[in-house]
């Protein structure tokens, strides 16, 4: 069994460019949520999607947006990059269930890197 | 708002010591405490879990009590090894319909053969 896949694992980008990131969730689960984490910090939520729309953002611009496919994939995308959009992006997925029980697992993320 | 706050590292100890790695935190209500570890180079894998007052998780030889009069989840280990190197998250969610995941800063552990 497939855990959480991303990709690319490493990309490189110019201030100003656009990036898009995949993840495939676990198999079974139907829930994707993305964290950024910079370097020596812990991870920040970005949002999380489920049935295909947006279900919790955090505070993050709307340069971060999202989408999820009707496979339960999603890719995040970020517009106008800058220096600071540079850490390590997380996916997680679960799958939602009524008590909050949700465990949510992790997959190895994608490195970006802006110059 | 809600958050976590755990000792800051690098916290280098040799093989067969006595680990603690402090963490409180400040939520409203009841939330579930996690701690969870990065080894280098991998991502996010979930060490252990206590969702209400008094619980105990354990995992490998982990351990953490969810302390609610103290708003504390810390992380022990009776005997460290060199393969327990990592960054250790403190966390928290509130499950249900908000289940966003609150994560400390980590703490990066160095055990030493």
């Known amino acids: 069994d497939a855990g959480v896949t991303q990709s690319p694992t490493h990309l490189i980008k110019t201030r100003g460019q656009q990036v898009t990131l995949r993840c495939s969730p676990k198999?079974?689960?139907?829930?994707v949520s993305w964290y950024q984490q910079a370097l020596g910090q812990g991870p920040q939520f970005i949002f999380q999607y489920y049935e295909e729309e947006e279900r919790q953002r955090g505070n993050f611009p709307d340069r971060f947006s999202g989408h999820q496919f009707p496979n339960y994939s999603s890719e995040l995308n970020v517009n106008a990059l800058l220096l600071g959009d540079s850490a390590l992006y997380l996916c997680a997925s679960s799958l939602l269930l009524g008590t909050g029980e949700n465990e949510q697992y992790f997959g190895p993320g994608t490195r970006l890197t802006v110059t | 708002g809600d958050s976590v706050t755990q000792m800051e590292g690098p916290v280098t100890l040799s093989e067969e010591a006595f680990l603690t790695i402090n963490c409180t935190y400040t939520?409203?209500?009841?939330?579930?405490l996690f701690w969870y570890v990065q080894y280098p180079g991998e991502g996010l894998q979930l060490l252990l879990k206590?969702?209400?007052?008094?619980d105990k998780g354990s995992n490998k030889g982990f351990e953490a009590t969810y302390r609610k009069e103290t708003t504390s989840f810390h992380l022990e280990k009776g005997s460290v090894q060199v393969s327990d190197s990592a960054v250790y998250f403190c966390?928290?969610?509130?499950?249900?319909?908000?289940?966003?995941?609150?994560f400390g800063k980590g703490t990066r552990l160095h055990i030493l053969p």
């Open positions: 198999s079974g689960h139907d829930t």
């Open positions: 939520a409203t209500g009841y939330p579930s």
């Open positions: 206590a969702t209400k007052a008094d």
């Open positions: 966390a928290l969610t509130h499950g249900n319909r908000d289940d966003k995941i609150i």
